[in-house]
Each structure stands twice: as structure tokens, then as C-alpha cells.
């Protein structure tokens, strides 16, 4: 198991340090943070006693950096503004100057682009960020608004439905099947966490034991239609995440969509306490139907 530190100085020790050694002064450190003078010197202390060497040069009436001050300074500056921005990122949306949307990342890279630009384009006012997320046990404070798939017997009954997945099957344009009997021979990519899309399309076409082929398996929507552009396979995914895919030419839908079990929702509006989030909400809510259709 390799060496990690397990402790790191203290963030008040590092900004006493960046503002005495952008101020050279722990006078005037102190009155832009707000702390005494003494305790700015406190903090710059410590941080010297953690590191094992001095940050400073202190002389009578003033300050200068040692010269590994001068070379740690600018990798703390940088780190305490990745700090302040990681910060006011998450913040954002309670000050009501910023709406979160997350959704999985399928979505979020070949759904959700489009109707942000066009919500970009009508309320330009809005920041958004989008949280694109991979596990669906993530904290529901991450987001004012969240997109999410489930089965239709298991939407919650505050969430509103966007719309149904249809399921299609891809293939590169050059190696696409030409009847649905051809799938039994082809190799198959098969999504872990979906496991009955190969079965919804071995039944809609009347092909028992499709969904048991062999084949290469991931977890991500996104990889499985990668791999069927590299020809590894044939993909099964919703048209909703297919769309870009299919727009650009990268892959072919042969058959005609089928069927399948599983909705998209938007999170409940009740909740959602800025202006700015229900405006967002209710543009999504409308543009549900704008998934995409073969």
C-alpha cells in the first residue's frame, strides 16, 4: 500500500499565508481577513512548523518570501481559488443565482445539450450546471432538478414523466443486420444495468434466447454505442440517447424502435424554492416530448 499523507495544513493556514505573502504584511493580512494581527502570525507559524522550513523573512518593519515561499505560493493560490469556486458552484443555487440539473450521464451528453441551448437561449440571465452522474445513489442535495429513468411501476408519484424509452438496435452503417433473424448471429453488447433491453427486443421480433448471446458487456450507454461504432457488436439503447449517433451518421437503427418498460421523470417542482429552477423545470417538463423520434 503506498505512502499518503494523512493529515493536511489547515485552510485558515494557508490563507493567512497567501494574503501575508500577496500583502507581505501581516498587519494588513489580518485586516482583509478579518483576524488580529497576532493570530495571522499564528497561522503563518503553524503552516511553517507543519512544512518544516520558514515561508518568510521577517524583518523589523516588514516581510519577504524565503525562496520557498516565493515557489509555494502561486500552487496554494491556485488551490485556494479552486476552493472558492468549488464552493460557489454549490452554494449557487441556494443564493438562487444558479440552477443544478442532473441527470445520468446518457442524457446529460446526447439529451440534455440541446434543450439547455435552447433554455440558454430564452433565459439567458440563468446560469446552469449540469451534474452528469453515474450512480444513482447520489445525495439529492447535489441538484435543484433531477432527471432520472425508472420503471413505470415504480415512478414516484410526485415525479412527472417526460417520456417513454424506445428502444433501438445499432449497428455501424456497413455491418448493419438486414432482418431481425440476422441478430441471432451477430455479436451482441449487452448493458449491465439493463438487462432486459435485449430481452424487450428478442420478444418484440420473436427471437427467444437473443438476450442470453454472448458478447461484451459494460455498465455506460455511451460506451456500448462507442463499441458498436468501433464494430464490436450490436448496441440496444433508448432513441432518446441514440439520437446524436444516428444524426451523425456514426451508427444505423435498422428496425423499427421497440417498446420498453422504462420512463424518464423529472424530479418534483414542489420543492424547488428559486425562480430560476422552477423556470428551468417547467422548459424541461415541456421539452419532454421533445425526445427524439424515429
Known sequence: M???MTTLP????LRSFEVSARTLSFTRAAAELNYTQSAVSGHVRALEDFIGRPLFVRHPRSLSLT?????YLPTVQHMLTQIDAATEAIMAPRHGRRVVVSAPV????NWLPSRLAAFRATEPGIDVTVHARIWTDE???VADIRVSAARRAEVPATARVLWADRLVVLAPPDAAPRTPPAMMEAALIHNLGRPDYWFAVGERFGLPGLH???GLRTSSLNTAMELAVAGAGLAVVPLAVAALHLERGLLVAPFEPVDSDWVNVLSDESLLKSREARLLHAFLAQGGEGAPHA
Do not use: I, K
Open 67 to 71: 525562496s520557498l515561499g516565493e515557489a
Open 139 to 141: 445525495d439529492p442535495e
Open 212 to 214: 442470453a448471446l454472448g
Open 106 to 109: 446518457s442524457l446529460a451528453t
Open 2 to 4: 503506498g505512502w499518503a
Open 10 to 13: 489547515h485552510l485558515n493556514h
